[in-house]
């Protein structure tokens, strides 16, 4: 399997920009997280979906901030407008949703200039 | 006070020696605690998951669950530079839930 894909993994762009990172899980799991990892606050939870439904969306920071799942197998987390604090690394997991494993993808490093 | 604790380190042990980190957590519900490796730049890939008081191993690791004190330890047997790297624990709070919080990590650093 080719394991949870992220894109971009790189990006970089200036504040106020609409930035939209996307994920592909791992094909049959169906649970799907967003992390945000800052070296001050660590791995921070953002939302998590269960079956495409999101569950948990108590840790997105603001309203500039959205995610959506269309589908089992792509979803994306949306910054419009975006500020310098949200520069970050953002991850996006998987699992199966039985409290096993969390699968990380490579992560997207966004830089909010 | 945050749900999932951590000493951030830097952790320094020479190589061979054990290596101790440990995490405690503020939900006396939590069911789950897992322990997950990060080397600089990469994903946090799993080590070792337990579910009941005890100890668990697998290899030159050993998980340590204390549910009444509301802790998770991990040691680490024989260190290598290869171990060094941040350790994070994770915490599955709340049964019935699958929303894994992440404390900030241990940088653990094995000396050659």
């Known amino acids: 399997d080719a394991g949870v894909i992220q894109s971009p993994r790189h990006e970089v762009t200036e504040m106020g920009q609409e930035v939209t990172l996307r994920c592909k899980p791992i094909?049959?799991?169906?649970?799907l997280f967003w992390y945000r990892q800052t070296m001050m606050r660590g791995l921070e939870l953002l939302i998590y979906?269960?079956?495409?439904?999101?569950?948990?969306d108590s840790g997105m920071p603001e309203d500039r901030f959205s995610a959506k799942m269309p589908n089992a197998s792509f979803s994306t987390l949306k910054i419009q407008p975006s500020e310098p604090r949200d520069s970050a690394v953002y991850f996006c997991?998987?699992?199966?949703?039985?409290?096993?494993?969390?699968?990380f993808g490579e992560g997207s490093r966004l830089t909010v200039l | 006070q945050k749900e999932v604790e951590q000493n951030s380190g830097p952790l320094s042990v020479p190589e061979g020696a054990i290596a101790s980190l440990n995490c405690t957590y503020s939900?006396?519900?939590?069911?789950?605690f897992f322990w997950y490796r990060q080397y600089s730049g990469k994903s946090p890939e799993l080590i070792m998951f337990?579910?009941?008081?005890g100890d668990k191993e697998d290899g030159r690791f050993t998980a340590q669950l204390n549910k009444a004190s509301q802790y998770v330890s991990l040691l680490i047997r024989d260190s290598q530079p290869s171990d060094s790297a941040t350790y994070l624990c994770?915490?599955?709070?709340?049964?019935?839930?699958?929303?894994?919080?992440f404390g900030t990590g241990t940088r653990l650093k094995v000396l050659a």
């Open positions: 979906f269960n079956n495409n439904v999101p569950i948990d």
């Open positions: 337990i579910y009941s008081n």
């Open positions: 994770a915490v599955i709070p709340t049964s019935g839930t699958y929303k894994y919080i």
């Open positions: 939900d006396r519900g939590s069911q789950s």
């Open positions: 997991a998987s699992s199966t949703g039985v409290a096993g494993e969390l699968f």
């Open positions: 094909s049959g799991h169906n649970s």
